[in-house]
T-cell receptor
Framework: KQEVTQIPAALSVPEGENLVLNCSFT??????LQWFRQDPGKGLTSLLL?????REQTSGRLNASLDKSSGRSTLYIAASQPGDSATYLC????????????FGQGTTLQVKP | DVKVTQSSRYLVKRTGEKVFLECVQD?????MFWYRQDPGLGLRLIYF???????EKGDIPEGYSVSREKKERFSLILESASTNQTSMYLC????????????FGQGTRLTVV
C-alpha cells in the first residue's frame, strides 16, 4: 500500500531564506506527483505537477524535483516571503491512473518578516 | 481560470439530518472526487467518479453516498449526519487521461451538532 511521508511537519524560517520541503513515497510505481498549498481553513491550490517521466518542474520561485527510483520529491522555494506561509502537501497519483491521490500529512511553513 | 466550486463554505447541521454537499466544475473533467480532511489524519478519499452515473468507493465510504447525474456536478450525501462526520470536505476534479492535474474547491466546513 502506497504511503506518503512529509518531513518536517513544521518549519519556521526568516524571510529571504531558500528552503526545501521533502516528500517520500514507498511505491515508486507512480503516475505523477503533485504539490499543493493550503491556507488555513481553505481548499488546496495546485502548485506543480510532475509527470512520472519528468525530473523537475518550475513555476516562478518554486522548483519541484522527482526521483522515482528513490521514492523522493522535493519542493524548493527560493527567496521565501511571509506570503509563502501555508501548509504544503504532496500527493502521488497511483500507477493505475484512476486519478486518486494519496496525500502526505503536509509541512506547515512559517516565514517570519 | 479553472474552477471547482463547492456550494457552501460553512454548514451546521443536526444529528440525524440528511445533508447534501454540492460540487460543480467547469473544466469538462471526467474524474471527480470527495475527500475529507481531519487534523492528524490528513486527507482521505470518500468516493470518486470517473463518468456520469459511475461511482467508486474510496477509503472511508461508510455513512456517505454520492450522485453524479451530470458531468460537471458531483454531490456528496450524508444519509444521517453524525457528530463524527464533523470535518472539512474537499471536492476535486481532474482529466481521465494525459495531464491529470487535480483541482480542488474551496472546501466546506461541516459541523454536526
Amino acid at each position: 500500500k502506497q504511503e506518503v511521508t512529509q518531513i518536517p511537519a513544521a518549519l519556521s524560517v526568516p524571510e529571504g531564506e531558500n528552503l526545501v520541503l521533502n516528500c517520500s513515497f514507498t511505491d515508486s510505481a507512480i503516475y505523477n506527483l503533485q504539490w499543493f498549498r493550503q491556507d488555513p481553513g481553505k481548499g488546496l491550490t495546485s502548485l506543480l505537477l510532475i509527470q512520472s517521466s519528468q525530473r523537475e518542474q518550475t513555476s516562478g520561485r518554486l522548483n519541484a524535483s522527482l526521483d522515482k527510483s528513490s521514492g523522493r520529491s522535493t519542493l524548493y522555494i527560493a527567496a521565501s516571503q511571509p506570503g509563502d506561509s501555508a501548509t504544503y502537501l504532496c500527493a502521488v497519483h497511483g500507477s493505475s491512473n484512476t486519478g486518486k491521490l494519496i496525500f502526505g500529512q503536509g509541512t506547515t511553513l512559517q516565514v517570519k518578516p | 481560470d479553472v474552477k471547482v466550486t463547492q456550494s457552501s463554505r460553512y454548514l451546521v447541521k443536526r444529528t440525524g439530518e440528511k445533508v447534501f454537499l454540492e460540487c460543480v466544475q467547469d473544466m469538462d473533467h471526467e474524474n471527480m472526487f470527495w475527500y475529507r480532511q481531519d487534523p492528524g489524519l490528513g486527507l482521505r478519499l470518500i468516493y470518486f467518479s470517473y463518468d456520469v452515473k459511475m461511482k467508486e468507493k474510496g477509503d472511508i465510504p461508510e455513512g456517505y453516498s454520492v450522485s453524479r447525474e451530470k458531468k460537471e456536478r458531483f454531490s456528496l450525501i450524508l444519509e444521517s449526519a453524525s457528530t463524527n462526520q464533523t470535518s472539512m470536505y474537499l471536492c476535486a476534479s481532474s482529466q481521465l487521461t494525459g495531464f491529470t492535474e487535480a483541482f480542488f474547491g474551496q472546501g466546506t466546513r461541516l459541523t454536526v451538532v
